[in-house]
């Protein structure tokens, strides 16, 4: 099925794109004029806080609800709820939804193996098994696994159809860091199976360790979009000095120092950060600075800058 819908794309169209999708209930404007693309083998990772319409946008690319405008193209196929070929693009397609609650009465081979008979052409279960590590609980009810083998289980159903395009929203929220390490390593494993994945989260190392391409939302709209390094270097190029001393500084000093190292943020009483590109010139600057005022540097350490200054730069909140 797959090397059908295949014939006749070129590789390089791209498994997913959307172009000026929006959606609005009610009063509320969840998504505005979203544009996107996913290349095929790549992972593409929508990152957002709470609320922002990452499970909107997840929903209108799956079919699930019609964005109020805008156009989806799925391998470069229009993709809408009355497409004819729908069920073909369908075949292609897994998804793990972020409310996913399975028949807790099934075990895990059945609700594969009920997964498996959605498609004309699936994995075997034993395979699937295996990829997720869960050969060992193949007869054990969903209700009977941990969180995070209960999440391997969703998973496995999302990717039983051997799709080439996998829908993940918010596919580690609530795991213990080791079950999202085990979560991540199977989509690495994925991407190298050259599987193209959409990705929503609020967890910044999983964007950055994962994605190609991550999209920052906020409120809905796409703020920034770029690879990982490519979104620090056009927003955020600086280093990140914290400093934390025994007093505040006086209220002129602060404002100096903010003159010649915008911008300086105070974290706490007297904990600052600053950015800035100088980072050297700016620790002899401040070690001046409290020498002449008689205060304690208590701590100092400067770092890369990351996407979570990105996103914080761009937002002005930092995410949980
Ligand atoms: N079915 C719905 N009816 C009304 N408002 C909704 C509905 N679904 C989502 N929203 C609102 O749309 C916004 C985006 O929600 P959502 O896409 O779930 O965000 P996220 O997945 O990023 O947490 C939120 O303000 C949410 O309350
Ligand atoms: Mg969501």
Redesign the pocket.
């Known amino acids: 099925m797959l090397a059908a819908l295949r014939e006749g794309f070129a590789l390089s169209k791209p498994a997913l794109s959307a172009f000026s999708i929006s959606k609005k ?2 009063d ?1 404007q ?1 998504v505005s004029k979203v544009d996107l693309s996913l290349a095929q083998g790549k992972c593409f990772a929508l990152l ?1 806080r ?7 946008i997840c929903e209108m690319l799956v079919g699930v609800i019609a964005p109020d405008c805008g156009e989806i193209e799925i391998l470069g196929q229009p993709f809408h709820a009355t497409v004819p070929n729908k069920r073909d693009l369908l075949e292609n397609i897994g998804v793990l939804s ?1 409310e996913t609650r399975l028949y807790q009465k099934f075990t895990v081979g059945e609700t594969l193996s009920l997964f498996a008979s959605f498609y004309a052409a699936s994995l075997d279960v034993a395979t699937v098994l295996e990829l997720m590590a869960l050969t060992a609980k193949r007869n054990k009810r969903l209700e009977q696994l941990s969180g995070g083998e209960r999440q391997r289980a969703y998973l496995g159903a999302a990717l039983v159809g051997d799709p080439d395009l996998l829908f993940l929203d918010e596919p580690t929220t609530g795991l213990d860091p080791l079950s999202r390490k085990n979560v991540w390593e199977i989509i690495e494993d994925l991407k190298q199976r050259g599987r193209s994945i959409f990705l ?1 989260t609020h967890h910044m190392e999983e964007a950055a360790r994962l994605a190609d391409e991550i999209a920052i939302i906020e409120r ?1 709209e796409i703020v920034a979009q770029g690879g990982p390094r490519q979104l620090i270097q056009r927003y955020c190029e600086e280093d990140v000095i914290s400093v934390q001393l025994d007093q505040p500084l006086p209220a002129s000093d602060l404002e100096s120092l903010q003159h010649s190292f915008p911008p300086a943020r105070e974290l706490a009483a007297q904990s600052y950060e600053l950015k800035t590109s100088e980072t050297f010139k700016a620790i002899k600057y401040l070690i001046a600075l409290c020498d002449r005022l008689g205060i304690i540097i208590q701590s100092m350490e400067f770092r890369k800058s990351t996407l979570e200054d990105v996103f914080f730069q761009l937002t002005g909140k930092k995410l949980p």
Do not use: D, I, L, R
Not at 50 to 56: D, E, I, M
């Open positions: 209930f009610a509320v969840a957002g709470n609320g922002a319409g990452k499970t909107t972020q929503t809905g």
